[in-house]
């Protein structure tokens, strides 16, 4: 067990999620939004809207409300603030600093990772379906046509892949049970 005052992972961990956070905030140029972050898949949306309320109440971040062009809703909108940017700025020095210390701890582990693009790039975006991601990227129509295309002639290929393995297996148990 880890001595209770050593918060090492605990900070890391937190450093970490905010970089996404204010990271992924950053990308969204005309506000994020709750509705913004439940395209994102498996994380915990509203964990991370309660985090993006607190980190607004410490200044971070900036709300707007706006109405919804499709429910008529108001909708928060989430900006980082002039404040924001110097933590997240200090946020990924610091958590830089230990990517290096494991870097130059384990040099013989051969781990090649550009932290520094990482920590400038990372987002919660990365969770996102395929799918959201071409449509959220700021692309041409026929590049996205193209990219969706091309998945969909990938799924059905899998799918075609999938629906073969099942055959065999079904004739596999149908032999078995005639056994």
């Not at 109405?67 to 989430?78: A, Q």
């Not at 969706?148 to 290929?157: F, R």
Request: aromatic share 12%.
């Amino acid at each position: 067990m880890w001595p209770k005052e050593f918060k090492f992972f605990i900070e890391f961990s937190e450093d970490l999620k905010t970089v996404f956070l204010f990271n992924t905030v950053k990308d969204f140029q005309e506000g994020l939004t709750y509705y913004d972050l439940k395209k994102f898949g498996n994380i915990p949306h509203s964990k991370v809207y309660r985090m993006m309320k607190i980190l607004a109440e410490e200044g971070f971040l900036s709300i707007k409300d706006d109405v919804s062009k499709d429910t008529g809703r108001p909708k928060h909108l989430y900006f980082l603030t002039d404040k924001g940017e110097s933590k997240l700025i200090e946020l990924r020095q610091k958590t830089g600093k230990i990517f290096e210390f494991i870097k130059h701890r384990f040099p013989e582990r051969g781990i090649e990772i550009d932290h520094e693009k990482f920590l400038k790039e990372a987002t919660f975006c990365i969770w996102s379906s395929p799918v959201e991601y071409v449509m959220q990227k700021n692309i041409p129509i026929e590049e996205k046509l193209y990219i969706l295309s091309s998945m969909e002639k990938d799924v059905n290929g899998i799918l075609g892949k999938i629906r073969k393995e099942k055959a065999k297996l079904q004739k596999l148990k149908d032999l078995k049970s005639e056994v």
